[in-house]
């Protein structure tokens, strides 16, 4: 069985950074899809950012400009720098993959907090 472990979440001041790492427990799979998901107390869960096993990466408007989505496909890890944060950044961050022969795959999640 495939897990995803996350790392990098924390408390940093309005207008700082953080970087998330997400890493499969096993390389030898091949993952198409990545992405950061993010949920918020009292609200859904909603995609902040993906990106194809190619490179291509699309993002939730909200943070456009503000965050990079990236991976390393040798490694079977997708990154999340996100830079500006904001006090409504603040939520628990969940990596996901689609692994092949395995299926999506979430993370444990992680949480971010940004203070005002």
């Known amino acids: 069985q495939v897990q995803l472990v996350e790392s990098g979440g924390g408390l940093v001041q309005a207008g700082g950074s953080l970087r998330l790492s997400c890493a499969a427990s096993a390389i030898t799979f091949i993952i198409n899809d990545m992405a950061w998901y993010r949920q918020a107390p009292g609200k859904q869960r909603e995609l902040v950012a993906g990106?194809?096993?190619?490179?291509?990466?699309n993002y939730v408007e909200s943070v456009k400009g503000r965050f990079i989505i990236s991976r390393d496909n040798a490694k079977n890890t997708v990154y999340l720098q996100m830079n500006s944060l904001k006090p409504e950044d603040t939520a628990v961050y969940y990596c996901y993959a689609d692994i092949v022969f395995v299926g999506r795959t979430w993370g444990q999640g992680t949480q971010v907090t940004v203070s005002s």
């Open positions: 990106i194809s096993r190619g490179g291509s990466a």
